[in-house]
């Protein structure tokens, strides 16, 4: 249920290559669709009908999933395209995969930032084949198909030629090299060749008018013969991916290990921004597995949006900012800045040309709003980037988005009422307004921050004060006690409301099932009464369920850093494991996996609040690579334990922290500003077997009661 694939990938790049079975979400795997419960088989095997480009990496249902530009290495004829054949042997490494198809044929794949770089080495054969499917989209499952819109390909001959499909409005340009010396190069339509022809063109194609087409490549091939196909993409036309594809790959030579090299270089630098030591070594899979994952999306290039003609970052697949601007922003502002930013450059310039900041993005035409999921999430990420000081951003640019943006889409209601329907998108806008308060503050404009910052103080009328919970309303993915712990800008206040700190850890205690029997999970097909079952215990659901990812720390505000340290630590310890299923649900872009990151350091990021919270880390010493230093967390009293799928003991204890110190100085506070760990230092936690006082005091900065200094708790 993780959904992730394991194709070739460059960190944060445009371009993935993985094996095409058709199967939900990716393309990749034996599965049907399945948003409850355990998914059933689409495919009793694993298997492929050959190698496509562009997939979705741990979605949920996102409608859309890409899988273009299928390349099928043959050695039956063209009749037959479609089948799938058995896979053996696979390899997956960054930036690397490969398999074996029951044809005897030899795949690897690798990728560049822009280019794909298919190696195929084949069995003895008369007439062997590469046959390249322009028309392939989408899934095999109901309403899983994307069909283009106009097409055309044209043969160029000497192993060269190129296409353009518009798919979804976007029209994607492969430029294509062939190393197959004295093979036939054709075009063919239909599984059918076209004799004599150089050019395909189509107007106008529809799902009932379409038929597949594309380019072979067919000729003799000895034993151990290898072929490389050559790829460069452009949004921009044939002439830029045929530029990008001499940039990364040079003109008329083998390329392939040269490019798997440079990206595992990449991927290298990227992953080495965070090291842990010690461990089990499951827990040191499941670590660097996520570490992984969330640097795979969202998809960063630079020249390439076919929507608007200037220059600068691009980005798509950010799906969505409901499922990563919690964990995976902040991860990817603290590993990968220069990234970081342009995702954000590139989402200004999407609210500028599309009237509003998305919550979804893909590639396609229009953004995916996502309305339902949640409202101005973008402006948490804004102002941590502000807060930092991150350079290559225009402020005022951004501020004037930002504060046009509040009044779009439900942000109409808010201003002219307090409220909204759904009510969590009240928790939502008060929040943004209290983020765009901060940089209107930060660059001198007193009123209008003024005005935010009293707007932000709404979120209150969200909630029911004979409850303490939020008011009844219809919720996406969750209920109300799910949404109910939110770490707002005001916890302070929060937990007022509740009854004060005693009845708010009551309250989470119940969330989260202390003392309570044990469910039952949801198996294939859950009835409608069977889930409604479930979501009416009021229970915390997982760490699937975006909702919940923060609520652990939501003890931190009540003097309670003990119970994160259990709740964490259960989640660890029995929520993720080194085989299938080894992730607790939808990976979602990478925003699971980044939470994973940040609960192993010991840290939590507070999104929009320049904050972590400090917690028990899973590892005895980890260092996080900052801008030009290091920050270190190093522990004494600290114990293994093992990840519940590693088969070692059942019962490993719970370590909470006894004391801690910075920089060598007390630190008597369980948080730290984000700015603080950006510029590096060391934090000692002293860890022991039993709870105690530590991090009771002083809270975390709330609104209504900010400390002297929250920068620097002591």
């Known amino acids: 249920m993780g959904n992730t694939h394991p194709g070739a990938t460059s960190p944060l790049g445009m371009v993935s290559a993985c094996a095409y079975s058709g199967a939900y979400p990716t393309g990749y795997g034996r599965y049907a669709k399945s948003t409850e419960g355990v998914p059933e088989e689409l495919f009793d095997r694993l298997q492929a009908s050959g190698f496509t480009h562009f997939q979705q990496s741990g979605t949920g249902a996102i409608r859309k999933y890409y899988n273009y530009v299928r390349v099928t290495p043959m050695v039956q004829p063209l009749d037959v395209l479609g089948d799938a054949w058995p896979l053996h042997e696979e390899v997956a490494e960054p930036g690397y995969y490969a398999a074996t198809l029951d044809t005897g044929v030899r795949c690897e794949l690798t990728v560049g930032a822009k280019v794909a770089v298919h190696r195929y080495t084949f069995p003895e054969c008369g007439s062997a084949r590469v046959v390249v499917d322009l028309s392939c989209g989408g899934l095999a499952?109901?309403?899983?198909?994307?069909?283009?819109?106009?097409?055309?390909?044209?043969?160029?001959?000497?192993?060269?030629?190129?296409?353009?499909?518009?798919?979804?409005?976007?029209?994607?340009?492969?430029?294509?090299?062939?190393?197959?010396?004295?093979?036939?190069?054709?075009?063919?339509?239909?599984?059918?060749?076209?004799?004599?022809?150089?050019?395909?063109?189509?107007?106008?194609?529809?799902?009932?008018?379409?038929?597949?087409?594309?380019?072979?490549?067919?000729?003799?091939?000895?034993?151990?013969?290898?072929?490389?196909?050559?790829?460069?993409?452009?949004?921009?036309?044939?002439?830029?991916?045929?530029?990008?594809?001499?940039?990364?790959?040079?003109?008329?030579?083998?390329?392939?290990?040269?490019?798997?090299?440079?990206?595992?270089?990449?991927?290298?630098?990227?992953?080495?921004?965070?090291?842990?030591?010690?461990?089990?070594?499951?827990?040191?899979?499941?670590?660097?597995?996520?570490?992984?994952?969330?640097?795979?999306?969202?998809?960063?290039?630079?020249?390439?949006?076919?929507?608007?003609?200037?220059?600068?970052?691009?980005?798509?697949?950010?799906?969505?900012?409901?499922?990563?601007?919690?964990?995976?922003?902040?991860?990817?502002?603290?590993?990968?800045?220069?990234?970081?930013?342009?995702?954000?450059?590139?989402?200004?310039?999407?609210?500028?040309?599309?009237?509003?900041?998305?919550?979804?993005?893909?590639?396609?035409?229009?953004?995916?709003?996502?309305?339902?999921?949640?409202?101005?999430?973008?402006?948490?990420?804004?102002?941590?980037?502000?807060?930092?000081?991150?350079?290559?951003?225009?402020?005022?640019?951004?501020?004037?988005?930002?504060?046009?943006?509040?009044?779009?889409?439900?942000?109409?209601?808010?201003?002219?009422?307090?409220?909204?329907?759904?009510?969590?998108?009240t928790l939502d806008l008060a929040y943004a307004h209290h983020c765009t308060a901060q940089v209107a503050r930060a660059l001198n404009d007193r009123r209008l921050a003024e005005d935010l910052a009293e707007r932000s103080r709404q979120w209150a009328n969200a909630f029911d004060p004979a409850t303490g919970l939020l008011r009844d309303s219809e919720f996406y993915e969750g209920g109300k006690w799910n949404y109910s712990f939110r770490l707002l800008h005001d916890m302070a206040a929060r937990i007022a409301l509740a009854g004060g700190d005693q009845a708010f850890a009551g309250m989470l205690d119940r969330f989260f099932g202390f003392g309570a029997a044990p469910v039952v999970q949801p198996g294939r097909r859950p009835a409608v009464a069977e889930m409604a079952a479930g979501y009416a215990l009021n229970r915390f659901e997982g760490l699937n369920n975006e909702p919940d990812m923060e609520a652990p720390w939501a003890y931190h505000y009540a003097g309670r850093p003990d119970r994160t340290a259990e709740v964490v630590h259960a989640a660890l310890t029995w929520q993720f494991g080194t085989g299938p299923g080894g992730l607790p649900g939808n990976d979602d872009s990478g925003g699971l996996s980044s939470w994973y990151v940040w609960a192993s350091l010991g840290l939590f990021p507070v999104a929009g609040q320049n904050l972590f919270l400090v917690n028990a880390p899973a590892f005895p010493r980890s260092v996080l690579r900052v801008g030009g230093g290091e920050f270190v967390v190093e522990t004494s009293g600290h114990r293994e334990t093992p990840i519940g799928a590693d088969g070692l003991d059942r019962d490993p204890p719970v370590r909470y922290v006894q004391s801690a110190t910075l920089d060598g100085e007390p630190l008597a506070a369980a948080y730290l500003s984000a700015t603080t760990v950006h510029r590096g230092g060391r934090l000692h936690l002293r860890l022991g077997p039993e709870p105690s006082a530590w991090g009771r005091h002083p809270r975390p900065p709330s609104l209504s009661d900010l400390p002297p200094n929250p920068e620097e708790p002591r």
Request: hydrophobic letters at 40%; glycine letters at 10%; one cysteine or more.
């Open 141 to 425: 499952i109901e309403l899983g198909r994307t069909v283009p819109l106009r097409a055309q390909v044209e043969s160029m001959g000497h192993g060269r030629a190129q296409g353009t499909v518009v798919m979804e409005g976007v029209p994607l340009s492969v430029y294509l090299e062939v190393d197959s010396p004295g093979w036939r190069q054709m075009l063919w339509y239909d599984r059918r060749l076209v004799h004599g022809g150089t050019r395909l063109d189509f107007d106008s194609i529809r799902h009932t008018t379409l038929r597949p087409f594309g380019l072979m490549f067919m000729g003799p091939a000895a034993a151990g013969q290898a072929i490389e196909v050559r790829l460069g993409f452009s949004l921009r036309g044939c002439d830029q991916a045929r530029d990008n594809l001499a940039r990364e790959c040079g003109q008329g030579r083998p390329a392939f290990d040269a490019v798997r090299t440079r990206t595992r270089t990449r991927w290298g630098a990227h992953l080495d921004r965070v090291q842990v030591e010690g461990g089990t070594p499951a827990r040191r899979t499941v670590f660097g597995t996520a570490l992984y994952h969330a640097l795979i999306k969202p998809c960063v290039t630079d020249d390439e949006s076919p929507f608007w003609p200037a220059s600068g970052p691009y980005a798509f697949d950010v799906c969505t900012m409901w499922d990563i601007y919690k964990t995976q922003l902040p991860l990817l502002a603290a590993i990968a800045p220069d990234r970081a930013v342009d995702l954000l450059e590139s989402l200004i310039r999407v609210c500028e040309e599309e009237g509003n900041f998305p919550i979804g993005y893909r590639m396609a035409r229009g953004a995916d709003r996502f309305f339902r999921q949640g409202s101005a999430l973008v402006h948490t990420a804004l102002a941590d980037a502000h807060a930092l000081g991150r350079a290559g951003l225009d402020w005022n640019w951004a501020l004037v988005h930002m504060v046009d943006d509040l009044r779009r889409l439900y942000g109409e209601d808010f201003f002219e009422h307090g409220v909204v329907h759904p009510i969590s998108h």
